[in-house]
């Protein structure tokens, strides 16, 4: 009921759903192609042990995610049988926050915590150095780290990992992708307002002069500025 619509890849990488999944309106509304909401019984899926990183050294990761607020960490998509043996993991953290990790030294998790039961578009990446986060089209941490050498772990969807208590999301997931390179910070903008119709700031940060900080260099950082000017704090005086 999975199936890998891509066509990019010849071999199709379908993944295998616990249960009987139960389709619910997703991000594009109520269409055939549904989003599911995940249970502890239902909805999450295997897709293979297939390694997308294995000649790139390099992955995105992306899927809509609906959070229900419930405190417990739960898996959007990794490659992931235990802690100790998983290649990357993306997860929600039990207070809503988003973590993309694994055991080496690659652990990327900001602040932002998920909106309760709205749809937040939810985006890692890894470049070969770098991991990234997105929400909502946005840059929200950063850090330099590795991948593992479990090359071998199950690809979970909608789960933590391929145990008997896998940790299924806690909400409602859609459209979830997996790329065998990182995504550009422009490319993952321009699909978040293709989808959501919001206009993400794409570069961040922006300038040094978007004193306000909203993505914007315009009058009202001018303004800032001005109200600054000629402002001195040398001793005893500034010779101007």
């Known amino acids: 009921q999975y199936i ?28 055939a192609e549904g989003a599911v909401q995940m249970t502890a019984a239902t909805g999450w899926a295997r897709a293979g042990t297939w390694d997308p990183s294995q000649f790139t050294d390099a992955v995105t990761l992306s899927a809509w995610v609906k959070w229900d607020g419930t405190p417990t960490t739960t898996g959007i998509v990794g490659k992931r049988d235990s802690y100790t043996a998983q290649r990357w993991t993306l997860a929600v953290r039990d207070n809503g926050t988003v973590r993309f990790y694994n055991p080496s ?34 840059l ?6 590795s991948l593992t050498s479990t090359v071998d772990a199950m690809i979970m969807v909608g789960a933590l990992e391929d ?11 859609d459209d979830v992708k997996i790329y065998n390179y990182a995504r550009t910070s422009h490319q993952i903008a ?3 307002y293709d989808v959501s119709g919001y206009k993400p700031c794409a570069i961040w940060p922006l300038s040094p002069f978007d004193f306000n900080l909203d ?17 001195c704090g040398r001793y ?3 010779d101007l």
């Open 236 to 238: 005893p005086n500034c």
């Open 190 to 192: 321009a699909e978040c």
């Open 4 to 31: 890998d619509v891509s066509t990019e890849d010849p071999e199709p990488h379908n993944a295998d759903p616990n249960g009987s999944p139960l389709f619910v309106n997703g991000i594009l509304g109520p269409t």
């Open 140 to 145: 929200k941490g950063v850090d330099t780290g």
């Open 163 to 173: 145990d008997t208590t896998p940790g299924p999301l806690a909400g409602v997931l």
């Open 105 to 138: 030294d690659l652990d990327v998790w900001p602040d932002d915590v998920l909106p309760v039961n709205e749809w937040v578009f939810v985006v890692a990446t890894y470049d070969g150095t770098e991991g990234r986060v997105y929400l909502n089209g946005e």
């Open 215 to 231: 993505c914007m260099v315009d009058l009202q950082d001018l303004a800032l500025f001005a109200a600054e000017w000629l402002t």
